[in-house]
């Protein structure tokens, strides 16, 4: 036999492309003016100039023709659309909660939550900040507390779970502040700013066990929960045999609400909700999603918008959907690790997180390695990937100085149906380019630094 067998068998795509979206390449000079006109911050790029877009995973999904074929069954009716009605009927189906309120995205339904439950000088436990959710709770004059397991900070430590809640540092802050000052803890699945790691099932009935002691609610951020439920099937034990969808619901049992982007497992390009259990919390919720978002039976959303991700929740749970759509993410992880370049580990379940701490380890914290590989990675190919370091970390709300995050890393962020193995390779093939370069590499100073939310806008120059 000429050629070895392999050594296991392949997954592919559970799909086929039926449209394509022709991508523009661009000279490097080109790349080096647009970065520099765009302040060396990829958010402020123009996506005609990136080649494969993988600053986000967040609305950026490629909807199946069935979604698709049911935007043209978008009820735009003001009041009770038949969409909102099969929406409902799906989150109740997939999730598992008694009462939904859409909102026009994840941030939405986090404002909304946050104002009805935090007030001046409460504490907000979590595992892990992630930025909209922290500023939500900030501007409803809570603090945040991060709770999550020391591991979640070492890029290196291979533990399974890293989205775990100490419960330790959760019990700790109860006796420190009361429970009396604590509205909610807020639990992430996947952790989003940790690398995409996974909250386990035992570590989540823990978390209820305790909350439920102390009369604490437990609020989930959803927005990649199937994600985490493909991890808790792969390395829990007791759930290798269960389906994700099982997991899913049995994930959300354990707590009393949920905040939720669709723009990420529900497969669609906006939309969001709130999902809660309590009547009475729903009906002031109802009646705040008026003021801020729409009509409790739209939330700022179209008829078609509903439609599409009520349908994402019956594509999203499929086994052989969850397992290409972590494969792909493995798969340009697994790359990177054989030529040694620094990334998270275990790798996340939406995103390729590289370490530029390690990698740009002349560059200090101050001089934003993560910002400054991330533009020259845009500059070597016209791959656009995000800051998830100082600049995302922002100012304590309190002392008005910098945080500075033990992760200091660089986001690529896989969207979910959109691109395939071959640009996974150029990728990868670009990253490696740079990290051979690496030594040469010079740091950035910030010239504009919003208030909010800085990451979003903040402009630098070359330091
Ligand atoms: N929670 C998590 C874990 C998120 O990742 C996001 C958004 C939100 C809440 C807010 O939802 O964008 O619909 O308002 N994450 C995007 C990202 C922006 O790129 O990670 P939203």
Not at 106 to 133: C, V, W
Not at 276 to 282: A, Q, R, S, T
Request: net charge positive.
């Amino acid at each position: 036999m000429p050629y070895p067998k392999p050594t296991r068998r392949s997954w592919a795509e559970p799909f086929k492309i039926k449209v394509v979206e022709p991508l523009k390449t661009t000279t490097r000079q080109h790349r080096v003016e647009a970065i520099k006109e765009a302040g060396y911050n990829t958010f402020l790029l123009r996506s005609d100039d990136v080649y494969i877009d993988l600053l986000t995973d967040s609305g950026t999904n490629a909807m199946s023709d069935y979604q698709w074929a049911g935007m043209m069954l978008g009820d735009e009716a003001y009041a009770g659309s038949k969409n909102f009605y099969y929406l409902e009927a799906n989150m109740r189906k997939y999730y598992g909660y008694k009462y939904l309120v859409p909102t026009h995205q994840g941030r939405g339904a986090e404002h909304i939550i946050s104002q009805i439950l935090i007030k001046q000088g409460d504490y907000i436990p979590g595992n892990m900040y992630f930025t909209t959710t922290r500023e939500h709770q900030e501007r409803a004059g809570g603090t945040f507390v991060d709770v999550i397991i020391d591991e979640a900070h070492d890029p290196e430590s291979t533990y399974p779970f890293k989205g775990n809640v100490d419960l330790q540092k959760l019990e700790d802050l109860i006796k420190k502040v009361g429970a009396r000052k604590i509205p909610y803890i807020s639990v992430a699945a996947t952790v989003n700013m940790a690398g995409g790691q996974p909250i386990s099932m035992g570590n989540m009935k823990e978390i209820r066990k305790l909350t439920a002691r102390h009369g604490i609610r437990i609020i989930l951020d959803a927005t990649r929960a199937v994600e985490n439920a493909y991890f808790i099937r792969t390395r829990e034990k007791g759930y290798e045999k269960k389906s994700i969808a099982a997991i899913l619901k049995e994930l959300c049992s354990y707590t009393d609400g949920a905040t939720m982007s669709g723009k990420k497992d529900l497969l669609v390009n906006i939309g969001g909700f709130l999902a809660i259990n309590d009547k009475d919390l729903f009906d002031e919720a109802r009646n705040m999603v008026v003021v801020f978002e729409g009509l409790h039976t739209y939330g700022g959303l179209a008829g078609r918008d509903m439609e599409a991700m009520a349908r994402g929740m019956e594509e999203m749970t499929k086994e052989d959907y969850v397992r290409s759509r972590i494969g792909q993410v493995e798969y340009l992880g697994q790359k990177l690790l054989d030529w040694e370049i620094p990334i998270v580990k275990p790798i996340g379940g939406h995103a390729v997180f590289l370490d530029a701490k390690k990698i740009l380890e002349h560059i200090p914290q101050e001089k934003f390695p993560a910002q400054t590989l991330a533009s020259e990675i845009y500059v070597d190919s016209g791959v656009r990937t995000m800051e998830r370091g100082i600049v995302s970390a922002g100012r304590d709300s309190k002392t008005g100085e910098n945080r500075h995050p033990k992760l200091e890393l660089v986001r690529v962020t896989i969207p979910r149906r959109v691109y395939t193995q071959a640009h996974m390779d150029v990728t990868a093939e670009s990253i490696l380019e740079v990290y051979e370069s690496r030594k040469k590499i010079r740091g950035l100073e910030m010239v504009y630094e919003p208030k909010h939310l800085r990451f979003f806008q903040a402009r630098f120059d070359k330091a």
